[in-house]
């Protein structure tokens, strides 16, 4: 198994991508702690793993808060004894519609939920990983093109790919990968929001076109990438952003 017995938290884990990483990150033999704010989604995926008989925590976490981060490396320390595996799949869309109509509150609510946390995660666990010199940063973007009335969600995304890079620099020396990726178009239910808000909200046809057009692809593909980045496979790849919808990206995938 690629990831056997490797200790895993997966932020955002309770559904969409998150569920899938770590449904996946379970069958390839790691022990997984599954953050969310939902108690009842992070409960179901916990069910499942079990099931498959693996080993799993489940924790409710705001990790926008930084107290409450360090509770989630604490319990995963005292329950696995180590982490070598982060991936920031935690985030919301933010408010949708032109940004002269964005409340403050809103705009800091989606930089805080999808970059902050970003890095007070990262933050949290790159003690234990500098002190044992291994250790896997996977970030969640999106797809750099320019999307309107979707501003503080995009930027929030931008500067996830960048602090990848930045990090990735920082921890080298420590042998830590740290990689964002775009997981290409899911089916999930933020992309479900989104086409619920309409095209005069987003002020695109765009993401009604791709639902009727087929596009859409389960997240369970797009989780064999975060599989991959895990693995020692990817061990020579860091400070990258990844593209599930590149070729040759998909190709690594399918040597490992």
Not at 41 to 62: N, W, Y
Not at 115 to 142: D, H, Q, R, W, Y
Not at 181 to 188: Q, S
Request: proline letters at 4%; charged letters at 25%.
């Amino acid at each position: 198994m690629k990831l056997q017995d490797k200790v895993a938290i997966i932020t955002g884990g309770g559904r969409g991508l998150g569920r899938s990483v770590a449904l996946a990150f379970g069958r390839e033999g790691a022990k997984v702690v599954v953050a969310a704010r939902t108690k009842e989604t992070i409960d179901h995926v916990a069910v499942e793993l079990r099931s498959l008989k693996k080993s799993v925590l489940a924790m409710p976490v705001d990790i926008s808060d930084e107290n409450q981060v360090d509770l989630l490396v604490q319990k995963t320390l005292k329950t696995f004894g180590t982490i070598d595996i982060l991936v920031n799949n935690a985030g919301t869309r933010g408010p949708i519609g032109p940004i002269c109509n964005v409340l403050l509150e809103e705009w800091e609510k989606t930089i805080k939920i999808n970059l902050t946390a970003t890095f007070l995660c990262s933050k949290a666990v790159l003690p234990v990983m500098m002190e044992k010199k291994k250790g896997k940063i996977i970030n969640v973007a999106t797809t750099m093109s320019l999307r309107p009335n979707l501003t503080p969600y995009c930027v929030a995304k931008a500067g996830v790919v960048h602090f990848s890079k930045q990090l990735a620099r920082e921890v080298k020396n420590f042998n830590i990968q740290v990689n964002a990726i775009h997981p290409g178009v899911m089916d999930t239910q933020m992309q479900a929001e989104i086409r619920q808000a309409g095209v005069e909200a987003i002020g695109t046809d765009l993401f009604e076109r791709i639902k009727e057009e087929g596009i859409l692809h389960s997240p369970d593909e797009p989780a064999q990438l975060v599989v991959f980045l895990a693995s020692k496979a990817a061990d020579g790849i860091t400070g990258d952003f990844l593209s599930f919808d590149d070729k040759e990206v998909k190709f690594l995938i399918s040597q490992a």
